[in-house]
C-alpha cells in the first residue's frame, strides 16, 4: 500500500518573488548589523564595519527594480522605503566617521 501526498501535505515551493523578499530581509539586516546600529544576531556584539554594510544596501537595490511588476504596489513602495532607509543610515554613519577620525 503506498501513501500519496495530498495537495495540502505537499510541501511548498519557494516562489522567486518569496526569494527575492527573503534576500533583501537578510541583506537589510546584514545592513543594520554592519552599520552598528544593531546588535549581531549571533554573538550579541555590536560592531561596525561600513564597507560591507554598504555591499549589502548595493544587493538590495540591484534586487528592488526586480520586484516590480512581479510583488503587490505597496510591497515595492515598503521596499523602496526600506532601501532609502537603509542608504540614509549609511550617510549618517560614514559622515559620523570621518568627522572623528
Sequence with gaps: MTEETTPQEAPQRLRAEQAIRFAISLF???AWVQMGIQADP???TVETDLPKAKLAIDAIAALVPLTEGR?????VRDLRNLLSTL???YVERVNKAAETS
Excluded: D, G, S
Design 87 to 89: 542608504q540614509w543610515n
Design 28 to 30: 537589510a539586516e546584514t
Design 71 to 75: 510583488l503587490a504596489p505597496n510591497e
Design 42 to 44: 549571533a554573538t550579541h
